[in-house]
């Protein structure tokens, strides 16, 4: 079966840096998406990993290691606004994405 | 950026009722669209796939005669909920992937939030 794995909840200060961590077993590997979501909203793109090793854009980056199945986003420079639900999905064999549950991450100031 | 609407944003039905939900692609070509419904504190699952011009792909569990999918253009899909009940209630949300920006991008329409009474 397919499963993606991340914590439920996380909560950082202002301005500190978060990592935020995903597992995943699913059927092919066709990519690792993060998006980010606000309650009520769809999600927005965050990045993308296919190959492995670490993109950086901005105060975000995504590192991805495909042998060991994991991937982290990193947010830096922690924002109010960065407060959400941060989800991980990855594009299986179907090239249908799979997400998991999400981590909800409240910002404290 | 490439652009995806939903039509209606919120919407509330009688149980027994059929709800009809647009999806259109604003700027670009959307050769393949997704319907996900998302209940709350879940994720997103993927309810059926559907290409432009063809049968939509349901995912296991899906009643195909109760979500109706229609692509019938490169810019519009409609997901029907046929006979609402009230579990049907949750936040529908389509995504769509074509002809814009990379080619590994799927973009979210802002969802719709059914409410069956």
């Known amino acids: 079966g397919q499963n993606i794995d991340q914590p439920t909840e996380m909560t950082a200060t202002e301005g500190a840096i978060v990592q935020i961590n995903c597992t995943y077993q699913t059927s092919g590997f066709n990519g690792l998406f993060w998006y980010q979501q606000h309650a009520g909203e769809a999600p927005t793109f965050l990045s993308y990993n296919v190959l492995d090793g670490l993109e950086e854009k901005g105060r975000f980056s995504s590192f991805l290691s495909r042998s060991k199945g994991y991937s982290y986003l990193l947010l830096k420079e922690l924002q109010m606004k960065d407060s959400a639900s941060y989800l991980c999905a990855v594009r299986d064999r179907g090239n249908k994405l799979v997400f998991g549950a999400g981590t909800i991450l409240r910002v404290k100031s | 950026g490439a652009v995806v609407s939903q039509h209606p944003s919120r919407v509330i039905c009688k149980s027994g009722t059929s709800v009809k939900i647009e999806c259109r692609s604003l700027d670009f070509q959307a050769t393949t669209m997704f319907w996900y419904r998302q209940f709350p504190k879940q994720s997103l699952m993927l309810m059926a796939t559907?290409?432009?011009?063809?049968?939509?792909?349901?995912e296991q569990g899906v009643e195909k005669d109760k979500f109706l999918i229609n692509h019938a253009s490169l810019t519009l899909s409609t997901l029907t909920v046929t006979s609402a009940h009230p579990e049907d209630s949750s936040f529908y949300i389509c995504s769509a992937r074509g002809l814009a920006g990379a080619s590994y991008e799927q973009y979210f329409g802002p969802g719709t939030r059914l409410t069956v009474t």
């Open positions: 559907s290409n432009e011009g063809s049968k939509a792909t349901y």
